[in-house]
Structure formats: C-alpha cells, structure tokens
C-alpha cells in the first residue's frame, strides 16, 4: 500500500498545496510549460 506525503506549506497564513513555485522570468506566463507538464500542480506563481 502506497502512503501520500503531505507536504503543504503555510506562508504568511497562505495555505499552498505544495512548496514548489515558478517565476514569470524563468517559465513566461506558464503558458510555456502546460506543454510538458500539469502547471494546476505547481504551489504558486510568482
């Protein structure tokens, strides 16, 4: 049986599923990576 990871953040009272973020200087808009993978599953834009 497989566990799932918990691994949310809290930041600044803001609840993200995840701690994994992109930058609009690094990735566009993320309109750019939705080619390649499921950008709903990144925690947050910056």
Do not use: H, W
């Not at 995840?18 to 599953?41: H, I, K, Q, W």
């Amino acid at each position: 049986m497989q566990e799932t990871v918990d691994i949310s953040v809290d930041f600044a009272g803001l609840k993200l599923a995840n701690p994994v973020f992109t930058a609009s200087g690094t990735c566009g808009y993320a309109d750019e990576l939705s080619a390649f993978m499921d950008v709903n599953r990144l925690g947050g834009f910056i």
